[in-house]
């Protein structure tokens, strides 16, 4: 029984605590039904467990200190010893440019965490819930997706992809402008029978994670993916399949859309 191929780096970087927040929420979420994954990760802490065993570090033999020393200056050995807290006494083969390089590593990963942005989702939800109370649903209001896309040049810097999904059973119902996390995003509006769902589109933060995310606040569900540089937040009260086949058929007919220019 074998990881899923698409999985695996993500399992790797769960186990080294590289992932935020929504990859940690897709990964959880797939492995509680992927046993094959689950083995993976398995054995994947195992190989961690063992290779922290310091019986496994290699002693070189005193004949390679012998040679070493009888080809460095003399004196070269009697200076005095780095501090054992430093990274090059307790790895003296790193190179400054690596030490370097792990200790920017070390920052990233101490600042990843700050970088999630909390209350997104409970933000998200109040944007769909105020387009259905102060009945501000829609700026432009066309099944036409050829007059929704064009409505948004000149109102916002990136380009958002509108599909048809009727055939689907996800009509389109228009488009408007709204404010999630400080910047104006796009927000492309469909129906499922007599259901709202409210697809918020902006610019990929840095460092989004890739990994799709699908959760649940109050009575609502949320499906986000990445995209061509762009992360979209698809929410509604539906269920969640539902709202995954709905991802499904915007992403299906945005890569034929792609391809056909």
């Given at each position: 029984?074998?990881?899923?191929?698409?999985?695996?780096?993500?399992?790797h970087a769960l186990v080294d605590g590289e992932l935020d927040s929504l990859g940690c929420v897709a990964i959880e979420k797939h492995l509680r039904?992927?046993?094959?994954?689950?083995?993976?990760?398995?054995q994947i802490e195992a190989t961690r467990a063992l290779l922290a065993q310091t019986n496994l570090q290699y002693q070189a033999p005193e004949s390679l200190r012998t040679a070493i020393s009888a080809m460095l200056p003399a004196g070269a050995l009697s200076q005095p010893a780095a501090p054992k807290?430093?990274?090059?006494?307790?790895?003296?083969?790193?190179?400054?440019?690596?030490?370097?390089?792990?200790?920017?590593?070390?920052?990233?990963?101490?600042?990843?965490?700050?970088?999630?942005?909390?209350?997104?989702?409970?933000e998200l939800v109040g944007a769909q819930v105020r387009s259905l109370q102060v009945n501000h649903l829609t700026d432009v209001v066309t099944?036409?997706?050829?007059?929704?896309?064009?409505?948004?040049?000149?109102?916002?810097?990136?380009?958002?992809?509108?599909?048809?999904l009727v055939q689907q059973g996800f009509p389109l119902v228009g488009g408007r402008l709204d404010y999630i996390a400080g910047?104006?995003?796009?927000?492309?509006?469909?129906?499922?029978r007599l259901h709202t769902i409210n697809l918020f589109v902006r610019p990929a933060p840095t460092l989004a994670s890739p990994a799709p995310a699908t959760m649940r606040f109050q009575?609502?569900?949320?499906?986000?993916?990445?995209?061509?540089?762009?992360?979209?937040?698809?929410?509604?009260?539906?269920?969640?399949?539902?709202?995954?086949?709905?991802?499904?058929?915007?992403?299906?007919?945005?890569?034929?859309?792609?391809a056909r220019q």
């Open positions: 029984m074998t990881a899923c191929q698409n999985r695996e780096m993500a399992l039904g992927c046993a094959g994954c689950r083995a993976a990760l398995e807290a430093s990274a090059r006494s307790s790895a003296p083969w790193l190179g400054g440019g690596l030490v370097g390089a792990l200790a920017a590593s070390l920052a990233l990963l101490l600042v990843l965490p700050q970088l999630t942005e909390g209350g997104l989702e409970q099944s036409d997706r050829h007059v929704v896309k064009p409505w948004f040049n000149g109102r916002i810097d990136f380009s958002p992809p509108v599909v048809d910047h104006d995003v796009a927000a492309i509006v469909y129906r499922r009575s609502y569900r949320l499906v986000r993916w990445t995209s061509g540089g762009l992360e979209f937040w698809a929410v509604s009260d539906i269920d969640e399949t539902e709202l995954g086949q709905f991802r499904d058929n915007f992403i299906a007919a945005t890569n034929k859309s792609s």
